[in-house]
């Protein structure tokens, strides 16, 4: 089953799939259930299959990872769509991120799939648009689902337990001015306006912060304002990027930032919350029975739309992520695959 699911990471590696576009890799996740003779679903190019014994009565545990991959950045120096095997790692776009976990999830379902006796049911979804948040993802699936109780989201952790995850709150925001000739004095420049709610994102701490994650980050990453050097602008825009930790939602958070400037504040989404999982609970205490350590992680996954407990945990190296060369080593893989079963045969019998 390992090498199986290697091959397939190969397979996956070599067949593009950028977010929205991921339906040749979708045909190769679909021909895995196939020839493991376990009935799937599919929407969009997500595809989603149930433990054989399923029922109705026992609480629901969802494993889950994406198929998608970002755009290779200008940064590579190999075939970011060549499966390259080299000093025991696997080269290629999507291998770290989140291939090796996403084979590793699936292998450890397939052998669970005909388990009888299990204490809750395992639902199996690989999603796509992870990558762009985008609305044909795991978001879009979850209709279709039974009520979870819990969940592992497989991204890169090293198979360490990351029992809480920062939520993203992006910001548009719009400073409001008089435009007129720069030769002119004008009292009420938008630029200059913007120097003060600047300076209170660079300054302003939320009073809560969290044991797992640490305060919430507030970043302003971007500033646009005036077309001409002789023409003050009417309007400056702002863009800040917020990660959330778990002591906030995100319209609390919303709230303050919108009581304490004085500029038009729109988010572009609510819904990437912030996640958690109690470190008592038994899924998180199976980890730790197998010296697994826990942490908070700064970085997004499809855990932020969903609203059960949620574990992240997967093989391979959250930093090489994105990266030029993006590779995974192989006894990641084997070991990620060997302590999912560990985690789940201490969960899933001992309830």
Not at 261 to 281: G, M, Q, T
Not at 316 to 335: K, P
Request: hydrophobic share 35%; charged share 20%; glycine share 6%.
């Amino acid at each position: 089953m390992t090498q199986e699911a290697i091959n397939l990471l190969k397979n996956l590696i070599e067949t593009p799939s950028f977010s929205g576009e991921e339906d040749k890799t979708a045909l190769l996740i679909e021909a895995w259930f196939t020839e493991n003779q376990i009935p799937f679903q599919r929407e969009s190019n997500n595809i989603w299959a149930y433990n054989l014994h399923f029922d109705d009565a026992k609480p629901t545990l969802l494993l889950n990872s994406h198929h998608d991959t970002v755009k290779p950045n200008q940064g590579y120096t190999l075939d970011p769509f060549k499966a390259i095997e080299k000093d025991g790692k696997l080269f290629g776009l999507g291998s770290n991120d989140a291939g090796g976990c996403l084979v590793s999830l699936l292998a450890t379902f397939t052998h669970f799939y005909a388990v009888e006796n299990l204490s809750h049911n395992i639902v199996m979804v690989a999603s796509a648009e992870e990558e762009s948040s985008g609305p044909n993802g795991l978001n879009s699936v979850l209709k279709h689902l039974p009520e979870l109780d819990c969940a592992i989201v497989g991204e890169p952790t090293e198979m360490q337990l990351a029992i809480a995850e920062k939520g993203l709150l992006v910001l548009d925001v719009t400073v409001k001015g008089t435009a007129s000739h720069a030769a002119h004095q004008n009292s009420d420049n938008p630029i200059y306006k913007s120097v003060h709610l600047i300076n209170w994102f660079n300054t302003y701490s939320f009073k809560k912060v969290s044991e797992n994650l640490g305060p919430v980050k507030m970043t302003i990453t971007q500033i646009n304002a005036g077309k001409q050097h002789n023409v003050v602008p009417a309007k400056c825009h702002l863009v800040v990027d917020i990660r959330v930790n778990d002591c906030y939602s995100n319209e609390e958070i919303l709230k303050v930032v919108s009581d304490n400037i004085d500029a038009e504040v729109k988010p572009r989404s609510l819904r990437l919350r912030s996640s958690f999982i109690d470190k008592n609970h038994k899924l998180v205490k199976s980890g730790i029975n197998l010296e697994r350590s826990t942490y908070g992680s700064p970085t997004l996954s499809d855990q932020s739309v969903l609203s059960c407990q949620s574990l992240k945990l997967g093989p391979g190296n959250s930093l090489r992520s994105h990266s030029a060369d993006e590779f995974i080593y192989i006894n990641e893989i084997e070991e990620g695959i060997g302590l999912y079963i560990k985690i789940l045969t201490g969960f899933l019998f001992n309830n």
